[in-house]
């Protein structure tokens, strides 16, 4: 049943991974195998472009504040015939001197743990191309948008000292304006209009601001209004620097607690998507790679490695043979009331070029390679329900033992990559519902991409032995193993932002913070986290959201 989805991109930090995310699927799309594996034209529309060349554009509505889109215009570039798309688009590129498309500038608005200047969000071994660093996120952003795609809120700046969207209040107010509204929907209904069959829609969401209660209006208008479809909710946060006031800290707190409780409601599934280590009051350290350094500072690096794993994650309804909707790909996860999965990525998945993935997996007996990516203290014994695991980049392969005698393992008895993927996942994950993907299609990691790879890594993001000089193309592609999971870890991320809202040091600041809300709406929300907190409880398990707020 392919069909294709429309994706809402709300924020600042979201536009960053947006933009990450785009250029990754361009990139796929001109490197794609024969046949394909992913179908282009779920989340990509074609129309004819300057000079008349097909031009592939994200079926994209992105919401930015006034001064955050750089060169971007916000009233796009005409508007579209009826049939084809011979008119002009906005093409947002800056050629490099090697010819290429260059990234300008780093940093990001404040509150974020990047700081303008700092830092270099270029490559970060010797001999790779030193980039400049990056402001917004236009300044990487490398495909072309329609004119429909881009709406400016100029009630409120991208930075400053003032007038920024800075409470969940401030956000949902602004959806209550008729006139915001009228312009959300109507380029909303341009790309529904033109969809063969509309899956359903993808929400990128910031869930540390405003944008929170931006997106809690605009998920309940889709729920209104599509109710049948799918809405698949990513709530992104950039690295938090440890430091800041005691306000700006409880904002971001009410806004991500706020922001989990109303998506949740109206979305088939709603993911937390960050490398910071916690959502709470006081950050902790941020998700470290084995073989990426990157800069946690620069939300240019930080974005680039949540796009990559966001395209791994959402292949299962992007594949040219799936049979399932973006609905029952959700419903596979969220029995149980369990609305909020969590996300888990291996960049790169680490294996020796050649290798087969019996012997890959074989090695990973002990501890899954991968690192979470949804903001808790991961903890011993967490029991996995169930889980959405896509493996791509690795060899294909026939699996099978061609020698005499047993097989070396049960995984080397498999027929095919997806056998023994399946395989493995049962045994490391017992009594977990398992569904898993395996795509010969690597992820691409040129330019604009961020060039932050281990010298332990060759062009296709396999181990070496010993670490090589790169010239600056550096790692053109990676591995990648990624798994969305309703874990029972999710308990302690609930329940301990209730906990600390509930904590009297947020008592204190909860008046000033509450704009636009009433009282009754806090408590509300904050008893629907309880409630999601409750639906992943174990006999096991039960004290591991005290640990979680004492950590906090």
């Known amino acids: 049943m392919p069909g294709e989805a429309v994706t809402l991109q709300l924020g600042h930090y979201s536009g960053c991974v947006g933009a990450h995310w785009w250029g990754l699927q361009a990139a796929a799309l001109r490197s794609a195998p024969e046949p394909a594996e992913l179908r282009a034209a779920a989340l990509l529309r074609f129309g004819r472009g300057p000079g008349g060349t097909e031009s592939p554009t994200p079926r994209l509505v992105a919401l930015e504040l006034k001064g955050g889109v750089g060169s971007l215009t916000a009233d796009g570039a005409g508007t579209e015939p009826p049939v084809s798309w011979d008119g002009a688009v906005a093409d947002y590129r800056e050629r490099g001197p090697g010819g290429g498309c260059a990234p300008r500038d780093t940093g990001s608005r404040r509150g974020d743990a990047a700081q303008d200047g700092k830092g270099d969000p270029g490559a ?16 990487f952003l490398n495909v072309p948008l329609h004119p429909k795609s881009l709406y400016v809120i100029k009630q409120y700046l991208h930075d400053g000292d003032c007038g920024c969207l800075e409470a969940f209040g401030q956000g949902e107010s602004l959806l209550q304006d008729p006139a915001c509204v009228e312009e959300l929907e109507d380029r909303l209904h341009f790309y529904v209009e033109e969809c063969d069959y509309l899956q359903g829609f993808q929400v990128l969401c910031d869930l540390h601001n405003g944008f929170s209660g ?35 800290s409880f904002y971001r707190l009410m806004n991500t607690a706020l922001g989990i409780a109303h998506l949740c409601r109206h979305s088939s599934f709603f993911c937390p998507l960050s490398l910071s280590g916690s959502l709470g009051i006081k950050p902790q350290p941020p998700v470290t790679f084995p073989y990426i350094k990157y800069e946690a500072s620069l939300n240019y690096h930080s974005s680039a490695i949540l796009a990559a794993a966001l395209d791994t994650l959402t292949v299962p309804y992007r594949l040219c043979t799936s049979q399932g909707s973006m609905m029952h790909f959700a419903d596979s996860l969220t029995f149980s009331g369990r609305k909020v999965v969590a996300a888990w990525a ?67 008895s498999c027929e095919s990559s997806e056998e023994v993927l399946q395989q493995f996942l049962h045994t490391q994950f017992p009594g977990a519902f398992s569904t898993s993907h395996v795509l010969q299609q690597p992820c691409d990691t040129r330019a604009p991409f961020p060039q932050f790879f281990s010298p332990l890594l060759s062009r296709r993001g396999f181990l070496l032995d010993k670490a090589q000089a790169f010239s600056s193309a550096g790692v053109e592609s990676i591995p990648v193993l ?58 096991f398990g039960a004290g591991g959201s005290e640990d979680e707020a004492d950590s906090d």
Do not use: N
Not at 499 to 519: D, I, K, T
């Open 124 to 139: 970060a071994r010797p001999g790779s191309q030193v980039t400049p660093s990056i402001r917004l996120w236009s300044d």
């Open 214 to 248: 931006v997106g809690a209006k605009v998920t309940e208008l889709l729920h209104d209004e599509y109710s049948r479809k799918g809405i698949l909710t990513w709530g992104l946060t950039p690295v938090l620097s440890p430091g800041g006031d005691p306000q700006t």
């Open 346 to 412: 291996a960049l790169p998945f680490p294996a020796l070029a050649g290798s087969l993935l019996p012997d890959i997996l074989s090695a990973q007996q002990q501890e899954m390679p991968w690192k979470l990516l949804s903001c808790w203290r991961e903890q011993k014994g967490s029991c996995c329900f169930a889980q959405s695991v896509v493996l791509r980049g690795i060899c294909q392969e026939k699996t099978s033992s061609s020698c005499l005698g047993q097989p070396k393992s049960p995984l080397h």
């Open 482 to 539: 990624a798994a969305l999971q309703s874990c029972s870890g999710l308990q302690s991320l609930l329940s301990g932002l209730c906990q600390q809202l509930q904590a009297p040091p947020a008592q204190h600041w909860s008046r000033s913070c509450m704009v636009g809300m009433e009282e009754d709406e806090f408590q509300e929300a904050l008893e629907e986290l309880r409630t999601l907190a409750q639906c992943y409880e174990t006999d």
